[in-house]
């Protein structure tokens, strides 16, 4: 069974980093795409960050130049490093992992809090 667990979110004041990680595990196949996910209260669901097999990584415009995507392969593992925190950033961040085989639409993590605000 798969699982992905998240970890490194919390409280930071405006301006802070924040480095969140994801590790995948349950599955002998290799990963095909990684990707960070976001939903702040009352709206749907966002595309943060996303590094596919050959690692041409792709952002949301609201996060360029501030947040990196990377991943660790032999670890399963995926980050994103966050700096320049703003409070719109203030969300809850979700992994997802999609496998070369098996299920289409990939697995997702519980999800990790990040709360920007002095």
């Known amino acids: 069974q798969v699982q992905l667990v998240e970890s490194g979110g919390g409280l930071v004041q405006p301006g802070g980093s924040l480095r969140l990680s994801c590790a995948a595990s349950?599955?002998?196949?290799?990963?095909?795409?990684m990707g960070w996910y976001r939903q702040a209260p009352g709206k749907q669901r966002e595309l943060v960050a996303f590094?596919?097999?050959?690692?041409?990584?792709n952002y949301a415009d609201s996060v360029k130049g501030r947040f990196a995507i990377s991943r660790d392969n032999a670890k399963n593992t995926v980050y994103l490093q966050m700096n320049s925190l703003k409070p719109e950033d203030t969300a809850v961040y979700y992994c997802?992992?999609?496998?070369?085989?098996?299920?289409?639409?990939?697995?997702w993590g519980q999800g990790t809090q990040v709360t920007v605000s002095s």
């Open positions: 349950g599955s002998r196949f290799s990963i095909n795409a």
């Open positions: 997802y992992v999609r496998y070369s085989y098996g299920n289409p639409t990939g697995y």
């Open positions: 590094i596919p097999s050959d690692e041409i990584t």
